[in-house]
Structures are given as C-alpha cells and as structure tokens.
C-alpha cells in the first residue's frame, strides 16, 4: 500500500485553530443545563427530598404552633378642654401644659400603653405564673427569652371598625404555642395580671421620664440661647442681617425675611438695566451730536462763541454797517475807478469796521470764555447758519456728557455691587450652619414638649379600666400559624429549587468529559466514533505461530457484545476508509483509563472482518495489556524485535500460508528503557516490513500523559486516534494533551473516539456537520 494514498492534510484556515477551545461560561445554553441536570436527576431528586424533609421536619418542631389573639379595652382619658398657647416662659418654668394635647386626642396614650405592657416590668411576673400553672416546662428550654418571642403586643389595627373614634382603646395581644392549652393560659394569665396592673409603678416610671424629659428641655433652651447669641454676634460682625441663598422666584417669602443676598441681587438687576437703558440713549445722543456736528463744522466752543456773537446788539450793529458799506463800494466801483477818492474813503470805513467787529468779537468770546483760537473767523457765520441748528448742536453736547457721566457712575455702583455679593456668598455657609443648628434645636424643642405633654398626660390617667372582649376559652378558634397544606408546598417549591441548584453545581464543578457535545465543542478534532457501554465482550480463539518471534493468529470468534457496541467499529472504519485510511494507525488514551486496548482490539476485528489484513501490535512496554486481553501468553514480542535479539521477520513467506485475517504481536519482555528502544532504527523498519503484507496496521501505544515515549512511538506512524472515555477522563487532562498535539502532533491525529457512551447517536451522513470546525482539503485514493 502505498503512502501517497492516504495522505491526509489540513486546510490552511483549520491548521491554525487551536486544538483546545475551551468554551465560556457565558455561551452555556438552557440545553445543555438540562442535559446536566438530566445527569445529574439522582442528585437533585436526593438533595430535593433531604430538603423537603428537613423542611417539614422544621416545621414540626418550630414553625408549627396555635395562636391567638385576644383583645383589651382601656377606658380613655376624658378631655379636659383645648391646648392653649404655650409661651417660653412657661417652658422654661417648667409648669404643667393644660391637658390634653389635642381634644379628645387619645392615639398617643395607646402607643405609651403598648410599650409600658411589652416592658420586663409586667412580662416578668407573667412569664413566672405561666411556668407555675405549667409544670411541664422546662425553664432552661422554655426561657424567657423564647417566652418573649411568643408574645405580641400592639395597637388593634381594626379599632375605628370596632368602636368609634376617640371612644376606647383597644391593645391586641397574640400568644403562640404548640399547645392549645398552653395559649389558653397564657392568654387567661395575662388578662388577669393586666387587670392587677399596678398603677403606683407606672406612675412612677412615667415620672423618671418626665424628669429626663424635663432636664433634656432645660439643655435645648441653653442651646437656642447660645446659637441666638451667635447668630446675633455674626450680623454684628459681618453687617448682615440674613446672609442666605436666594431664594426662587415662585417661593412667597415675606419681605420681612428677604436676605441680604436677593436685596444686593435685585438691587445689581435694577442696575444693569439702568445701564442698558442709559447706553442705548448715550448712542442715540452720540449719532445725533456727530450729524449735527458735520453738518456745521464746528467745534462745540465755536458754535457756542457764534451763538453769542449772533446775540450782541453791538455786534449786529457793526455787521449791518459793514454790509451796507460793501454794498456802497460795489456801486461805487461801478461807476468810479480804485483811485477814486469815494472808493478809497469807503475802502477805509471798510477796514475800520471790520476791525471793530474783530475787537467785538474777541471780547465775547474772552468773556464767555470759549477756546477759540481766532474768534474773528467766526465774524457773519451767524448770517449762513440758523441760531436754531446751534441750539440744537450744544443741547446734543450737553446731554452727551451727562450721559456719559451717569454710564462710568452706573458701573462703578455695578462693581461695588457685585463685590458685595461675593462677600455675602462667602457668609452664607457659616451663617447657614448656625441657623440650621438653632432650626435643628427648635425642632428637637418641639419634640421634648410633645413628649412632656403626653407624659404629663399619663400622669393626669388614675387608673385603667380593662374589659376583655374575646372568648378565651373557645379552642375551635385557635388557628396555626402555618397550615400544612402550605408547609407541604413551600417543602416542595425549596426542594425542587436546591436540588435543581445543587446538581448543577455539581455538574458545572465535575472537571470529567461528561457528554460528546461538550467535547465537540471544545476542540475541532472531529468525533469519528462514539463507543457505548458494554461489560460483555466476545471470547476470542487464537493459533499460536512459532518461530524466532510468537505470532498469534484469530482463530474464531465467538460474539458476545452487543449490537451497537459491534456496530460502532464498523462505523469508525467507515470513518477512517472516507477519510483515506492510513496504513498505520496508534490508538492512544490521555491517562491510561481510557479503555484504548479495547478500542484497538475491536477495530483490528471490525477490520480483519472486512476482508484486510491487519496485525495488532502491543506498544505499550511499561504495562503491557493486550495479551491479558485476549487470554494469550506473553513470551516474545516487540520489545525482543526492536532490541535487536531477533531479526525482522520475512511476513510474505512466513504467513504465505495462512488465512487469519487478525494477527496479534505482543509487547514482550523487554529489558531495555523503551525511550531507547523507538529511537532505533529498528521500529522504522519493523513499520516498512509490513507494507507489504498487511493492509493495516494498528498500534496499542501507552496513555500520552502516562509514558514520555509514547512520542517517539507516534513518529514513526502515519495517523493516530486519541481516545475519550466519558465520565473517567478529565477535561483538564484532554486540554493539556491537546496543546501538547499543538506543538507537533497535529498533522498525526485524525480525529477522537468517545469511548462509553450512553446512547451512541451515528449516522455517517452527519461527518460533514462534524467536521466544521476542522476540515479536510484533500483526501487521497483509498487502497482497497
């Protein structure tokens, strides 16, 4: 058979998936804990029952117990008339508030009655009668500890249903016991020893409290006096009178209680708007002054200083003079030549007119004090522009500066302003603390006062007025605490839930290969054959061949397996065959309890009884197994062949004769390490010498993690089969021998067979759904 035949590579993509993948915790599916908690059905039905049982033997023995509830009338307390106001004064004197607290108020005397009846004060002397009409108990087991878990002392929650408001009190008290008549009296010593209650000891425990009361009330006083002090000192110091946060605007604080914060808050608004107002008008006169400005092209003293000189008589006096004489000296020059004597003297009135209007001038405007440079430029401006344009033109001037004035005031009180408020944001947390302690204080006040007064309220009560208003002695009316009905389901509910938990924990902790799927999962070797259960196995015959080496050959074959268990060799040939079946082939376990001899033996039958020849080879020398196997004696074997004390051999002329299809070579007495012995040359050869007359060639090697040389065994093979056994190999073990394959094996092994499975589910359709993970790219041609 040649080698090129069953040649088997991987695809590129499966040559770099890991061996092992080991899946999350997180990618578990509700299927596969069912499965688990399938496995697990003996745990879970035992840990269900035990907790079921437990449960009701608890419930037995503590939960299940009678009670009853019996119901006390107190007389209340008659209104003495309305609370009126009560000064600090009073309070500090410590006198007597008129009673009671609220008319016909009487909820708070039943709450203090409640608490004076639960007190070892009356519980006590109780719990000694109850032991005295009891002899039976115990006081060691029965103490008064367990005494007091069995009562129960409250308000009636149904007391308007009952009887009308402010008419009565009613306390309701429960008594359970798993006895009837130990509730029964319980419950009539209670009632008897209530109507015996002794008044002088409540009055004097009321008092005691009333003191402490009173002493607590004293040191709140103290307290607000030295906060108001400190609040006061703080405001003198800081000049405040509230430095607080302020407040929001739908809060109806009374002005009186505005802080300073939202006054300095509203006041720095109020001025900004000012100032926004005051910059829209300072823009408005600005546009106005520079139209005004350009269309007389003066300066703003100019147009003062012609303004004043448009009002001088004297003024307009010389002007009207000096207009005329031009006018004079136009005709004249009309009519006479400049040398004329006429125009000379109206050229001279000319000059000294204009001189006259120049000194004017120059007089107004020093006296006005405008800063005009030259005042005589200003001489008949008067006359080309409307006094009204001035006017308008110095107003504009006017307004301009005052607006500017009252801008630099407003942002200088905007600054002052806002450095205020930072100031009082600063006082605001320890003036903030120190009211919230005097507020905590008064209300701490106000509580020691309710307090007093319901005390004082208890002290105004002589006596109590008991009327019983239920049937003690009706038995029939006593109930459980628990039926058991309800005992029974909530026994089943707890133990379905623990066992259901308790064995998927143990199933999720149990480190073994417990189901194929989970191993599929974890690896993308496929699974070429599930193995199932069996413990009866088939009694096999063989014929001795003796030469220099023991052969021994299958004689006949008596069945005793089952069907499925048969059947599941055949399939993994199948397997094999679809595959390219190799020439060699080891088969291997993880730790040595995989049952691997087993697998080996029924795969050389399942072959030889397809019509191959196949030789089974024992290469386990540490513990050989084989030849207990099958029954036959172990004298010669390997271990001799590859120590050289005997020769390979010749296989052609020495079984020429024979019709076995089976031959066993077992492992021999080897007395060399077997780490030396498959590093020889000799297994390279004894392999070759059976090419070419066996078909096939299986090899039972050690467990991988139990001999070191189970390596050097798998070199000189072509393919290898690693073996599984369900509830017997660790999943840690089959990780580790996985990575290990990583890092030279991997091309040797084709694939796992899952050796004692429950229900072996084939179908050799389904290869390819098995293999997806890890697929073959090219299979060669089988040699038949």
Not at 17 to 42: F, H, M, N
Not at 141 to 155: A, D, G, N, P
Not at 285 to 309: G, W
């Amino acid at each position: 058979m040649s080698s090129e035949n069953n040649h088997l590579s991987f695809s590129p993509e499966a040559s770099q998936l890991s061996l092992w993948q080991p899946r999350p915790i997180d990618k578990v599916t509700i299927d596969e804990l069912l499965r688990g908690l399938k496995r697990r059905s003996a745990v879970a039905a035992l840990v269900g029952a035990f907790v079921a049982i437990g449960y009701l033997g608890y419930y037995y023995l503590f939960v299940r117990n009678y009670q009853y509830s019996i119901l006390l009338q107190v007389e209340p307390i008659k209104p003495l008339g309305t609370r009126p106001a009560a000064g600090l004064d009073l309070i500090r004197n410590l006198a007597p508030l008129p009673l009671p607290l609220e008319s016909e108020s009487t909820e708070g005397d039943v709450e203090t009655l409640v608490q004076i009846l639960s007190s070892d004060t009356i519980l006590q002397p109780i719990y000694e009668k109850f032991l005295q009409d009891n002899p039976d108990l115990d006081r060691e087991k029965y103490s008064y500890k367990r005494f007091l878990k069995s009562i129960k002392i409250s308000k009636n929650q149904e007391e308007r249903k009952l009887l009308s408001k402010g008419s009565s009190k009613i306390v309701n008290i429960t008594f359970i016991a798993k006895d009837k008549t130990k509730v029964e009296s319980a419950l009539k010593i209670i009632a008897e020893e209530l109507k015996k209650f002794n008044e002088t000891q409540k009055q004097e425990q009321i008092s005691d409290n009333l003191r402490y009361v009173n002493q607590e009330i004293q040191k709140a006083l103290s307290q607000i006096d030295d906060l108001d002090s400190q609040l006061n000192e703080f405001r003198y110091q800081n000049r405040v009178l509230r430095p607080d946060s302020i407040p929001s605007a739908t809060s109806k604080t009374p002005v009186s209680e505005i802080s300073d914060l939202q006054l300095y808050a509203n006041l720095l608004t109020e001025l900004e708007s000012k100032k926004n107002e005051n910059r829209v008008k300072l823009e408005s006169t600005q546009e106005a002054f520079n139209s005004l400005k350009a269309q007389l092209k003066l300066s703003p003293d100019e147009a003062l200083a012609a303004s004043n000189l448009a009002a001088s008589k004297n003024y307009e006096k010389l002007l009207e003079g000096l207009t005329e004489t031009e006018i004079q000296l136009v005709e004249q020059r009309s009519k006479l030549t400049d040398r004329s004597p006429t125009v000379q003297a109206l050229e001279e009135q000319k000059r000294q007119l204009l001189a006259q209007a120049k000194r004017q001038g120059r007089q107004i405007t020093i006296r006005y004090r405008n800063q005009v440079p030259r005042p005589e430029a200003l001489i008949g401006y008067e006359s080309a522009v409307s006094d009204s344009l001035i006017e308008k033109y110095l107003e504009a001037k006017v307004e301009l500066e005052a607006l500017k004035r009252a801008d630099t005031e407003l942002s200088n009180q905007i600054q002052a302003t806002e450095a205020e408020i930072s100031r009082l944001i600063r006082l605001a947390n320890p003036y903030r603390k120190i009211e919230q302690r005097f507020a905590a204080t008064l209300e701490s006040l106000t509580l020691l006062l309710q307090t007093r007064q319901n005390l004082q309220l208890q002290i105004a009560q002589r006596d109590f007025t008991w009327k019983l208003l239920s049937d003690i002695g009706d038995l029939k009316r006593y109930e459980l605490t628990m039926r058991l009905s309800t005992a029974l389901l909530i026994a089943l509910a707890l133990g379905g839930v623990s066992g259901v938990l308790v064995a998927l924990i143990v199933d999720w902790l149990d480190d073994r290969c417990l189901e194929v799927e989970r191993i599929r999962q974890q690896t993308p070797l496929p699974i070429l054959g599930q193995i199932p259960v069996t413990k009866t196995f088939d009694q096999l015959a063989f014929s001795r061949l003796e030469t220099p080496l023991t052969l021994w050959g299958l004689q006949h074959r008596l069945p005793g397996v089952s069907p499925a268990f048969k059947e599941s060799f055949y399939f993994l040939l199948t397997q094999l065959e679809a595959l390219g079946l190799p020439h060699s082939l080891a088969i291997m376990g993880i730790s040595g309890q995989e049952r691997q001899t087993t697998i080996a033996l029924y795969l050389a039958l399942a072959a030889a009884a397809t019509g191959k020849r196949v030789l089974l080879v024992d290469a386990n020398l540490h513990q050989p197994s084989l030849h207990q196997a099958l029954g036959i004696p172990n004298v010669t074997g390997l271990g001799e062949l590859l120590q050289g004390t005997m020769p390979l051999p010749h296989w052609s002329s020495l079984l020429a004769n024979s019709t076995e299809g089976l031959w066993v070579l077992t492992a021999g007495q080897a007395q060399q390490e077997p780490m030396a012995v498959f590093s020889s040359y000799r297994w390279f050869d004894f392999l070759d010498s059976t090419k070419e007359t066996f078909d096939f060639v299986i090899v039972d090697v050690p467990a991988i993690l139990a001999a070191a040389d189970t390596y050097r065994v798998l070199t000189a093979l072509e393919r290898a089969l690693l073996v599984v056994r369900l509830r017997q190999t660790r999943q840690e073990a089959l990780a580790e021998v996985l990575k290990a394959c990583d890092l030279g094996l991997r091309q040797k092994i084709l694939g796992i067979v899952v050796n004692d499975v429950a229900k072996a589910n084939q179908a050799f359709g389904n290869f390819q759904t098995q293999t997806t993970d890890l697929e073959m790219s090219s299979i060669s041609g089988i040699s038949a």
